[in-house]
């Protein structure tokens, strides 16, 4: 059974910066595609970012792009996302998840999701 464990949610102000972690378990995380998705109060979870296996693909969404890094350490069996320039808008809870496929975009299309980390951006 595969888990996934995010980290790295909290509150900033506007114009600053979070990194988020995702730490896996339970099989080869290096066989894994792995994305990012949020969700606000009251709003559908919505797409944030996706890695290939190796890192050598990344995918953003349009709201986030130049803004947010997707980026993977095999050895450590973590995907991270850096988020700079946070906006009000960015406030959400933040999951990572698993795909069998590179540059899914659709929660459905994942298998495995984390709990969740709270990001609040204050303006």
């Known amino acids: 059974q595969v888990q996934l464990v995010e980290s790295g949610g909290g509150l900033v102000q506007a114009g600053g910066s979070l990194r988020l972690s995702c730490a896996a378990s339970g099989r080869a995380f290096s066989t894994y595609n792995m994305g990012w998705f949020r969700q606000a109060p009251g709003k559908e979870r919505e797409f944030v970012a996706a890695i290939s296996r190796s890192a050598a693909f990344t995918y953003y969404a349009d709201s986030v792009k130049g803004r947010f890094t997707i980026s993977r350490d095999n050895a450590k069996e973590t995907v991270y996302l850096q988020m700079n320039s946070l906006k009000p808008d960015d406030t959400a809870v933040y999951y990572c998840?698993?795909?069998?496929?590179?540059?899914?975009?659709?929660?459905?299309?994942?298998?495995?999701w984390g709990q969740g980390t709270q990001v609040t951006v204050s303006s």
């Open positions: 998840a698993i795909s069998t496929y590179r540059g899914a975009t659709l929660a459905s299309e994942y298998d495995y």
